[in-house]
């Protein structure tokens, strides 16, 4: 009999591997067998030692977390998305769940049986690849973006190395380690060491471990001569092998390397060296299974050769932001760190620019500006930046001038190919506007300073919070010096600045109701940027360039500044920096969980708390701007 | 006593299968949905019925029911209206025997709809037109259990399109009723979690 619901389902699945190898028959005979399962976020689809289902699964909507076990830590190993497939397990293997697959939002997963699916994978190449493939590499779609092409045991040391920041993690090594008898030769040894391109062979005698042969006895050993190259291996081994159990995490590894001083660590199947040899762990292996630590991804960044390369590492930066946001890792460390690698990137694609078109004819700055110069950028939103060179003479202005935005339109691309697209208001590097000379740049400010609102462009205020990503600092600094000299006691600029600050959509209405968009394609979304963000990031901005507060760009940073300063309303402003966070952790996991740059919120979504945790956020939002009003009297001009 | 026992005997041979079944509380909810010509139980009929059923909240797409109706009084609005086209004859199947697989399909699951009332009342004038009692499974709506959850008055009402909409639902292949009971299970599974039932 025709079941629709099923064909709905058909219309899902053939759109995904493995079920796009399948004709529209088997599809249908697979969806009439599927349930649907709806998960909440934070319910658990299966644990590590359950038995294996008889179903395995696809997610419909929403995304499931795969998550390992390893010193009593949870650490999530890999994230299943719309049209990914997971808990294959009972395919190929009769013991329990290896992984923990939790909902990390609401979800809705298709299961289906495995004795149905069976048969196609059994009469269908394509498809037990696939399983094969995505089962041994953890990936759900080892077709996915980077990995086409690579070999599964590439794919499981990528899988690995994005897997966490912190330590208790566990190790990926070798499961299939080189062994030798003491009595082989040692130049056997050798050989077979630099075929197989490693660092030791385990010397075993019934399968236990006695001793291991290193790069370092062969070096020390052989090559000084002490002993003939023709010797046993019993006579250089190191003796006894430090041996460890199976499942170690990366601390305890890193503790017995330290503790031994050795570089290698024997895996036996309990530990000691009376039991049969499971693997070895080098220390390469620790820095594999460290790569995701920022410090890495800054080397990384300044390693690689392409966009693309590039646009690799922000992924890892994104994972990152997201392990870190929901592990509460408090917000303003992450955003530093954040702030820094996403500078790192800028620097990166300036360097490739400069490195492809040949050194620069002047000596230059560029500059950051908005979410960026702030460093509050957390997820891919736009560019935006100016760039500034040294005052040249009038006959070389305009190739210098040439020069500089054929540099910034390499970079600004690069950086749209990693993901930041560029401002839409123009405000980048490679526009002939933002891209001047220091005297033109001076005079700029001077205008927007001293004669806001006379000139056609109105003042961008997005030009006062800069950060240097690349060139002369000093620069920069001439810069600072010329807005805070303009600034002091410039009752125009800050009644300007002030009643721009003021002049954003509230969050609520007169019901302390939140106020949503009313049309276009975020009807009903609030605009948690507009609303709520900008106001807090104008006002600190304004109070900052008022106290004569120098160098502090981030929003939060200057709000607690600004509380030492002013301690009369210190509370208020430590209010504002909280809220500030809070707000932006709203928007970070609202970004992650949609991909995009989270500006608008679904109010439906949220819990009851989370909306009352929200309306906090704009009590001192208010009161900031209350403030605002009485310190720059504005009451009386607007 | 013994009119019920006479009138038990006029009735069909489903119908008196279908009361036996009530003896057990069931487990099983069925999501459904009819497309009529129109609004009124009394005059309009029913031009197709979908369903399916959800135990353990889960959908169990084998578990589904559809049955398109052949229908006398069909004109070009309500076409229009419903999506539903009057179509090839030998794929829809009369009333007496829609409602009787319905009913062999039902048995004693507890009923999920959306403003079920009125499904509920269609289905009924069908049963009276087959000489059948009223159904008797309990019913849920799941409208009246969006505004409960949200706490919201009664009075306020709420579309499909509105429900799915709020829980980001895709709303693709609606106006069939199968695609409207696969759409209400849908709502039903995550309205059930969030009251606690």
Known sequence: MKNPIAERIVDFLKNYPPFNSLNYQELSHIASEVKVLYLEKGKILFQIGEACHDSFYIVASGAIGLSVTSDAEETIIDKCDEGDILGLRPFFAKNNYLMTAKAREESIVYAIPIHIFQPYVLSNPDVMNFLLESFASNTRNPYDKEHRGKLISENIIYKEQQADIQYFQSIQYSKEPITASPEAIVRDIAQMMTDKLIGSVIITKDDFPIGIVTDKDLRSKIATGHFEITTTAAKIMTSPVVTVPEDLSLAEAQVYMLKYNVDYLCVTEDGSDKSPVRGIISENDLVVAQANNPGVLIKEVKRAQSAKDLKRIREKLSELIETSVTKDIPLSHIMNISGEINTAIIRRAIDLAILEMGSPPARFAWLSIGSQGRKEQLLLTDQDSFLVFEDVSQDKYRDVKDYFLRLARRTTSTLEKVGYFLSPDGFVSSNMIWCKSLTDWIKQYNNWINTPGESSEAINTIFFDYEIAFGETSIEEAITEIIFKNVKGNKLFFDYLGNDALKKPPPLGFFRQFLVEEEGENKDLFDIKTRALTPLIDAGRLLVLHQNIKGINNTYMRFKQLAIVDPRHSELFLNCAEAFLTLSEFRTVEGLKNDNSGQFINLEELSKTDKVKLKNCFIPIKEIQELIKSRFKLTYFS | ?197
């Open chain 2, 1 to 197: 006593m013994l009119d019920w026992l006479k009138i038990n005997k006029d009735y069909p041979q489903f119908w008196k299968d279908y009361l036996g079944k009530f003896e057990n509380k069931s487990r099983r909810f069925v999501a459904f949905s009819t497309e009529t010509t129109g609004l009124d139980p009394e005059k309009d009929v029913l031009l197709s019925i979908g369903a399916v059923a959800i135990e353990n909240n889960t959908i169990v797409v084998k578990d589904s029911f559809e049955a398109l109706i052949f229908q006398e009084k069909f004109t070009p609005e309500v076409a229009l209206k419903t999506g539903v086209l009057k179509g090839i004859p030998d794929e829809k199947h009369s009333e007496s025997e829609a409602i009787e697989a319905f009913i062999n399909y039902l048995g004693n699951a507890i009923l999920v709809g959306h403003r079920i009332h009125f499904d509920i009342a269609m289905i009924n004038s069908a049963l009276e037109r087959q000489h059948c009692g009223k159904l008797k499974n309990e019913a849920l709506d799941i409208e009246v259990m969006f505004k409960k959850w949200k706490q919201i008055p009664e009075e306020k009402q709420y579309s499909l399109d509105e429900l799915s909409a709020s829980f980001k639902i895709s709303k693709s292949e609606r106006h069939t009723a199968s695609g409207d009971a696969f759409i209400i299970s849908l709502l039903f599974q995550r309205l059930k979690q969030r009251l606690g039932l």
